[in-house]
Structure formats: structure tokens, C-alpha cells
């Protein structure tokens, strides 16, 4: 396939990709296929159909009904020679037609094209036409823009038909021994005519002049040879009116290729291209270049030589020395740039995916390094996808480049270990170094005056608080990079916009924020966000950003679908927007606030509860309850030390408080209710014996003595002495010997002196309280009984027991 055919049929194809790709049927390819005739299975749905390199003769009317979609078809490389005329009547959307390389031959009757109105893109390139004479059916194709034909005789008057035809690129295939009429271009309404010699003859000299005096762009495609006749044709035009001249897929020895440049250099070409050119015949000594010129730019591109031993240097003089103001060696295998020889006036340099290294512009005298001082006037620099690496050295190498502003050094291996002083020329203020292996230090050798840094794609982990200030920046570019938190901005006062994408940032710290005072937009999409509560207050400046509440709010680019979460796994790929971290769960004060209150509450309406039904009452009956029964278990008491005990217990009162004694104590102890046996002095008092020595006797045949306290308990003398001779039959039976009850309250400070000993029993021992409300009387028998349960197995028998 011939490199316009190629170009064209890409050109169309990636217009297609555009349009269509969303059915897997919609791009078809049966190239290659040993047809013979159009496909019967083509998918309705079909918008892209390759039938190339194969067999077919003729196109019928039908052959494309089911295709109603078809924009793109190319039926190139076939035996094609007749089409009838209805054969697209069924494909009214197509854009894209290739009929190249067939054995179509009459330019005049190709009836077809009436129903393809709609074509973008024609070639009809490589047919068996004689003539180029294009028939009326052309005017027809208002839209098209790309139009490829050859022919062995092209006369004047053969594009009349496309005069109203605005086309963007007219391309002309010259076949060999090819016939032409000066001014048969003349009708031609094109951009760019592009002529592809398809034989090693001599470009036609009328060709040529037509085109460089009708066309603003003229590209020269597959020469090979009859660059001498070129230059001289360049040499004796007065008037050109081409700014722009390609050459394209040429082969050309050095001589010939410098020639054909310095006599362009000459001319009112404003822009000289060449792409993918071979080169021999390179030269051993520097190649004059002419010092002056109109032209504003050269390029090339996919450059190679076909020389072995030659002087690199010499090639290198010659480009670096042109007299325009951009030069561009683009995908070529160079290693070195010289320094040119005087100022140079070039004001845009571009080197991208070439081979140089960190000694580009310099010379070695001797043991020096002596730096470029001629290229003052370069405000642009583009050293993209090179071998450079070391920064410091490269910050050197452009110290001169006094007027340098843009500085692309993307895709090299870069590094700064922060040792040196990088010493950049003053007015650099856009810095691109995307693609290195820098790392933190890198903010320690800037130009002062950047404005705009791209650092995407390395290794910076963390900006260092230590480096100085970058005044002027307002845009920092750090996708792709370690970052594992947001940046302040103490460095960057007027920074507005902070791209920090696919990074390691889990919880960004938003009130880092805090120090960009001219923020505006933040990206930090793509982040493997953590979350947990940490990460509430960035969920809030993404929710902030989106609602644009007002001008000065961050805007957060490309929030909420490219935001979502890695961890915890329940919520792993959700989008932060969905998350739901409560509040509560989040802040300190709010949690403890949430969980005291209640207790809080809980505890009072406790406590409430408690004094209202004397729950504390009742649990102070239970436990002297369950001290009583387990001292009862645990006390070993023998059997000779209960001779001569014949009660269960001594009741000392005063007489003030004989009727509860006798209607309450009493009938709730004795008898049925009660199985105790109780000694009391109305009862039990022998006559004759004096009250001391029935006191005695009482307490001595009693295992306990208890004593029922009131206000006039305290102040009875006879319930002293009950109470002193209870205290030391006490030393023998011990503590539990003595059983107080509280029979009402009885404050410390109403208790006489004299009774130190029932106030040390009162502030060392439990005492029963007696209830006022009868529905706790119950227990409080109960736990008195169980104080005063004892064994007594010798004790007589008493007859009032009925």
C-alpha cells in the first residue's frame, strides 16, 4: 500500500473509531479473504467494512442494501473496473471511500458518486485513468475534503467540476511518463496538494511550479531523486506562493539536502518539514548554511543516515546554525547538539525522542566543560524522551538561555541527589519534568520564577517545609506520584490549582488547606482512600466543591465518580459520595456526650427508682440476711459451750417501748411464728433477785442479747447496765452475740457519753432498722430471726410454747 493510500485510509479509520465502536459488528474486516465478489453477510449494523486485497471485479447495485449504516468502505488493492450506478443508493451516511489501486478507467463516468453526497474522504488513486478530466458527478460531493487521484494526462480544464469544492488536501498521484498542462491546477480550491511520485522519474517541472504559485501547502511524497532540478526550479521563482513545504518518505544524499534547505532558506517559505527521510552520503567537514532567511521554522522528523563514518558534528553545525526561529529534530538518533557558532536567533528548540545526553549544547577544551552562551534568544526548550540524568548538570547546560521561559524535560531518567547548586537562567516560568525519577530534594533545585510545575509521574513522597519560597507558582502538577497526604502551602503563597491524582493519599488532611489562601482547584481523584472517620472533613470539601456554594470554595475536578474507597472491604470500590460516616462515631465530645447523657439519665431515674420503692433498704435487709444464715454455717459452736444457755435471746428495752416489745417483737419470735425462745425482764426476772443480779442471770443463760434503741433506750440506767454486762458476755461468744434494732432514729449526738460502747457498736456493726411501712415488715423478721437462730438442744422446754 502506497503511503498516501496508507495515510488516507488511517486518517479515515481513526475518524470511524470515533463515531462507532460500541457493537463488536460495527467494524468489519474482510480484507485478504480471496473474494470475488461483495460479501452477502455484511451486518446491518456494519459502519466500517474492509474488503481490501482481494479479488473483486465489479460492485452491483444491492451489493451494500443491508448496510444502511456504512460510512467507512475500502475496496482498495481488487480488480475493480466497473461499478455500477446505483450501488450506493443504500448507503446514503457514507464518508469514507477507498477505490484505490483498481482498474477503474474513466474519471468522466464514474456515475456512482451521485448518491454519495455525503463523502469526506476519496481516493481514487493508482487506477488505469487516462486522463484526468473529472466528470460532472463530482460537483456533487460538496462535503468532501480529501480527494486522491491519478492520471497519465492532466489537462486544463479537468477540475472544473470540483471548483466549488472547498477541499482541505487534494492529493496527486503522478504515474509514470505523466502528461501535464501548466494551469491545469487552476480550478483547485485546496489547502495542501500533496504530489506522490510513484517512479524514480524526475518530479514534472509544471507540476511543481503550479503548485508552489496556487497552493498555501505543498507536500513532495516518495522522491527519490531530482532534488538538483527542485532547488534550481526554487532558484528562479520570483513569486512563491507556498508557506508551507513537506517532504515526505524521500531518500537524498547530504549534499543535495543541504542545497535544497539553503535555497529554501532563500525563498518566501515561511515553514520547511521533512519526515522520514533516509540520508546518505554524510559529511567529514562542516556544511555552509546560509545566514539569513524568512523562514520561520524547520523540523524534522523520523530522520535516519545511511552512512557509517562520517562527522557527527558537522550534521549537528549545520541544523543548530539555520537562521529561523524554530528548529525541531523530532524521533531521530542523535546524541549530541552542538552550540552554534555565532547568537543564534532561533526562539524555539525542539529535541524530543532523540538520543541526547546530559552534554548536549557544551564542548570539552582541554579538561573544561565550556557552556553554550549563543542560544540568548530561545524562550522555549523541549528535551522530551531523552537520555538525560543528571538535573544539576542539565540546569548548567541552559544557565546562558537567558531568555528561556518553557522548559519540557519529561520522560528522561532525572535525577537530584541535593548535592549542588543548580543554577537555572532567570526567567524560566513553566518547568516540565513528568516521567523522571525525582524525589523530594527536587524542590531544592527550581527556578525561583516558575509559575507552573509539572512533576507528575515521579517519586516525591513529601514537599520538604524547608525549601524556599516559590513565589510565583500557581500550578502544581503531582499526579502519579508517593504523596500519603496533602501539602501545605507556606512554599507556594498565590498557588491556585494542586493536582495531586493517583497518589498514596489514604485520609487527606484538609485543614492543610488551611495555608492555600488562593486555591481553586484541587484533583485527588484516583487515591486509595481509607474510609473511616478520618477521612468525614474531605468527604465534606468534595460534597462543598460539588454544590459550588460560592466563588471562593475549592473546586475538587473530577469528584464524585473518580473518589471512591479502598478499605474497609464492605465498602471497597464505592464512591466517597455514598459513604455514610456518622458524625457521632467521629467526634470525641459528641460520643461521650451520647453515651454519658443516657447513663447519666439512667443512673438518676436508678437512683430515683431506688429511693422511692427503699430498694436500698431491701438490700440491706438481704445482705444481713445472708451474713446472718452463712455466719451461722461457718460459726462451729461445741456443745459444752451451750450448758446452761436456755434462750435464743435477751430483749433489753425501755419501758417507754414495752408495747411494740410485747405486741410486735414478741408474738413475730415466740411460738409458731417465731420458735425462738425469748427472755425479757416482765417475764423472766426472778423475784427476790435483785435487778442486777436478774440482768445477769439473763444474759448469761441467753446466746444473744438484743437490744431495741430508741430515745429512751439512752436514757434508761437500767439499759446501761443491760447493755454493759451484753458488752462483755460479747468477749465470749463474739460479735454476733449482740443484735441491734433501730426502733427509730437515733442520731450519734443524742447518744450520752456513758454509752461509748453502743456508739462503737453502731459505727462497727449492722443494725436492723425497723421499717414504718408494714409491707417491709416481713423481711425485717425474717433477717432478725435468722440473727438469732442458734441450736440450743439442752435448753428445757417451755410450756407458755403453745
Not at 316 to 322: A, E, L, T
Request: aromatic share 8%.
Amino acid at each position: 500500500m502506497r503511503p498516501v493510500t496508507a495515510a488516507l485510509w488511517v486518517a479515515a479509520m481513526l475518524m470511524g473509531f470515533k463515531l462507532s465502536g460500541s457493537s463488536p459488528d460495527s467494524i468489519v474486516d474482510r480484507s485478504s479473504k480471496n473474494l470475488s465478489f461483495v460479501p452477502r453477510d455484511l451486518p446491518q449494523t456494519a459502519e466500517s467494512v474492509d474488503l481490501s486485497c482481494n479479488h473483486i471485479q465489479t460492485l452491483h447495485q444491492g451489493d451494500f442494501k443491508n448496510t444502511s449504516l456504512l460510512r467507512f468502505l475500502n475496496i482498495s488493492w481488487n480488480s475493480l473496473d466497473d461499478i455500477d450506478a446505483g450501488t450506493f443508493l443504500d448507503t446514503p451516511l457514507l464518508e469514507d471511500l477507498d477505490l484505490s489501486h483498481n482498474r477503474l478507467r474513466n474519471l468522466s463516468a464514474q456515475r456512482y458518486l451521485l448518491h454519495t453526497e455525503n463523502l469526506l474522504v476519496l481516493n481514487l488513486a493508482c487506477n488505469r485513468f487516462l486522463t484526468m478530466t473529472l466528470g460532472r458527478e463530482f460537483s456533487s460531493l460538496v462535503k468532501l475534503e480529501r480527494l486522491a487521484l491519478g492520471a497519465q494526462n492532466i489537462s486544463a480544464g479537468d477540475f472544473k467540476n470540483i471548483a466549488e469544492v472547498k477541499l482541505r488536501t487534494l492529493t496527486l498521484s503522478l504515474e509514470n511518463e505523466v502528461s501535464y498542462t501548466a494551469g491545469s491546477l487552476k480550478d483547485v480550491h485546496a489547502q495542501r496538494l500533496q504530489i506522490a511520485s510513484t517512479s524514480d522519474q524526475i518530479m514534472d517541472h509544471y507540476v511543481v511550479d503550479d503548485a508552489l504559485s496556487l497552493f498555501d501547502e505543498v507536500e513532495l511524497m516518495d522522491l527519490t531523486g531530482g532534488y538538483n532540478a527542485l532547488s534550481e526550479q526554487l532558484t528562479k521563482r520570483v513569486e512563491i506562493l507556498t508557506s508551507h513545504l513537506y517532504l515526505t518518505n524521500i531518500s537524498i544524499n547530504w549534499k543535495d539536502l543541504t542545497h535544497y534547505v539553503n535555497v529554501v532558506l532563500l525563498t518566501s517559505i515561511t515553514h520547511l518539514k521533512a519526515s522520514d527521510v533516509a540520508i546518505y552520503n554524510l559529511p567529514y567537514i562542516d556544511t555552509k548554511v546560509t545566514k539569513t532567511s524568512e523562514m520561520k521554522s524547520f523540523e524534522a522528523r523520523r530522520a535516519v543516515v545511511k552512512s557509517f563514518l562520517f562527522s557527527q558534528e558537522a550534521v549537528y553545525n549545520f541544523f543548530i546554525n539555520m537562521p529561523v526561529k524554530s528548529v525541531a529534530i523530532i524521533e531521530t538518533s542523535i546524541i549530541h547538539m552542538t552550540c552554534p557558532k555565532s547568537q543564534s536567533p532561533i526562539v524555539l528548540l525542539d529535541f524530543s525522542y532523540c538520543a541526547l545526553s546530559d552534554s548536549i549544547f557544551s564542548r570539552v577544551e582541554g579538561q573544561q566543560t565550556v557552556e553554550c552562551e549563543n542560544l540568548k534568544n530561545v524562550r522555549k526548550l523541549t528535551l522530551v524522551g531523552n537520555n538525560l540524568k543528571k538535573l544539576l548538570m542539565l540546569s548548567k547546560r541552559v544557565q546562558h538561555m537567558k531568555s528561556l521561559q518553557h522548559l519540557d524535560l519529561s520522560l528522561n531518567s532525572l535525577v537530584y541527589d541535593g548535592v549542588g547548586e543548580c543554577v537555572w537562567p532567570p526567567n524560566i516560568t513553566n518547568m516540565t519534568l513528568s516521567s523522571n525519577g525525582l524525589t523530594d530534594s527536587i524542590f531544592k533545585c527550581l527556578p525561583k520564577g516558575t509559575e507552573t510545575l509539572d512533576l507528575q509521574n515521579n517519586q516525591v513522597s513529601v514537599i520538604p517545609s524547608s525549601i524556599f519560597k516559590l513565589e510565583n507558582l500557581s500550578s502544581l502538577n503531582l499526579n502519579a506520584n508517593r504523596l500519603r497526604d496533602l501539602p501545605v502551602c507556606n512554599g507556594f503563597p498565590i498557588l491556585t490549582e494542586l493536582l495531586l491524582k493517583s497518589n498514596s493519599l489514604h485520609a487527606p488532611s484538609v485543614n492543610k488547606l488551611e495555608s492555600c489562601h488562593k486555591l481553586k482547584t484541587l484533583d485527588v481523584s484516583y487515591n486509595p482512600f481509607t474510609c473511616t472517620c478520618a477521612l468525614s472533613s474531605f468527604i465534606s470539601l468534595g460534597i462543598k466543591s460539588e454544590k459550588k456554594k460560592s466563588h471562593a470554595e475549592i473546586k475538587l475536578l473530577s469528584w464524585p465518580l473518580d473518589y471512591y474507597c479502598t478499605y474497609p472491604e464492605d465498602v471497597r470500590d464505592t464512591t466517597l459520595k455514598d459513604i455514610s460516616i456518622p458524625e457521632v462515631s467521629c467526634n470525641v465530645f459528641l460520643l461521650a456526650a451520647v453515651i454519658l447523657c443516657p447513663a447519666v439519665v439512667m443512673i438518676i431515674a436508678v437512683v430515683t427508682l431506688c429511693h422511692r420503692l427503699d430498694v436500698p433498704w431491701y438490700m440491706s435487709m438481704i445482705w444481713q440476711w445472708t451474713r446472718a444464715k452463712h455466719r451461722a454455717r461457718m460459726r462451729h459452736v461445741r456443745p459444752e459451750d451451750l450448758v446452761g444457755v436456755e434462750f435464743h435471746a435477751f430483749v433489753s428495752y425501755s419501758q417507754h417501748d414495752a408495747d411494740w416489745v410485747k405486741n410486735d417483737l414478741l408474738p413475730n419470735l415466740e411460738g409458731y411464728a417465731g420458735g425462738l425462745r425469748i427472755c425479757h425482764h416482765e417475764k423472766n426476772f426472778v423475784a427476790g433477785k435483785t435487778i442486777i443480779e436478774n440482768i445477769i442471770d439473763c444474759v448469761e443463760k441467753s446466746r444473744r442479747s438484743v437490744f431495741v434503741l430508741s430515745a429512751h433506750f439512752v436514757k434508761s440506767e437500767w439499759c446501761h447496765y443491760e447493755l454493759y454486762f451484753a458488752s462483755h458476755q460479747r468477749l465470749a461468744w463474739g460479735s454476733d452475740s449482740v443484735v441491734l434494732v433501730l426502733l427509730e432514729p437515733l442520731p450519734q449526738y443524742l447518744i450520752p457519753s456513758k454509752y461509748y460502747q453502743l456508739k462503737s457498736m453502731m459505727g462497727r456493726h449492722t443494725y436492723l432498722e425497723w421499717p414504718q411501712d408494714r409491707a417491709k415488715h416481713r423481711l425485717f423478721w425474717a433477717n432478725l430471726r435468722a440473727a438469732l437462730q442458734a441450736d440450743l438442744p439442752n435448753a428445757p422446754v417451755i410450756e407458755l410454747e403453745e
